[in-house]
């Protein structure tokens, strides 16, 4: 079975510009995690949806980050406009529901010039 | 200006030797943990759990030890290989909310 899958695998751009991830969870399962992880700060949750719905983002860093989950095969993480402090590795996790065992992507490396 | 970086407890260990890695939770009503390894350039990847109606489960070469009492968590790696290092972390859940994550332990297995 495919895991979690995320797009692209590595991003580099320039201060400004628009990212936008992505990330298709395990099929069947109904929660969805985006964490980003930096050596400063560790793995952070930014949001997390359950059955598409977004439950709490409350750990999204500005208004310049926004995520969606249009159907349960699919979700979006952009950040607009983006700077260099959102630099680090984006994970995407799904699990069979919010506090079940979440399973990772292989997580999109961004770096912002 | 000097950055810091997260500081992770890192553990050494020799190949073949058994390692330990612990972790203390934060909440005495958590109720299911877990044990993830990350692997330098990869996700973190589920290795064993345990529900805290429990003190013990093995999985192979793993094994997670829970004591409630003092909020504590402990993964057992038999026989350490070098592919076992990697950072480690425990994570817990409580009710019906997402898993925690602690900070990681790193171990480097010497070959």
């Known amino acids: 079975d495919a895991g979690v899958i995320q797009s692209p695998r590595h991003e580099v751009t320039e201060m400004g510009q628009e990212v936008t991830l992505r990330c298709k969870p395990i099929?069947?399962?109904?929660?969805l995690f985006w964490y980003r992880q930096t050596m400063m700060r560790g793995l952070e949750l930014l949001i997390y949806?359950?059955?598409?719905?977004?439950?709490?983002d409350s750990g999204m860093p500005e208004d310049r980050f926004s995520a969606k989950m249009p159907n349960a095969s699919f979700s979006t993480l952009k950040i607009q406009p983006s700077e260099p402090r959102d630099s680090a590795v984006y994970f995407c996790a799904s699990s069979p529901g919010v506090w079940e065992t979440q399973y990772f992507g292989p997580g999109t490396r961004l770096l912002v010039l | 200006g000097e950055s810091v970086g997260l500081h992770l407890p890192t553990l050494s260990v020799q190949e073949g030797d058994n390692s330990i890695i612990n972790c203390a939770y934060s909440?005495?009503?958590?109720?299911?943990f877990i044990w993830y390894k990350q692997e330098s350039g990869k996700g973190p990847q589920f290795i064993i759990d345990?529900?805290?109606?429990?003190d013990k489960r093995q999985g192979q070469r793993v094994t997670v030890l829970l004591n409630k009492t003092v909020k504590h968590l402990s993964l057992q790696i038999a026989a350490t290989q070098p592919g076992d290092s990697a950072v480690y972390f425990c994570?817990?859940?409580?009710?019906?909310?997402?898993?925690?994550f602690g900070k990681g332990t790193r171990l480097s297995v010497i070959a």
């Open positions: 345990i529900r805290s109606n429990m």
């Open positions: 994570a817990e859940v409580l009710g019906n909310t997402p898993l925690v």
């Open positions: 099929s069947g399962h109904n929660s």
């Open positions: 909440n005495s009503a958590s109720d299911y």
């Open positions: 949806f359950n059955n598409n719905v977004p439950i709490d």
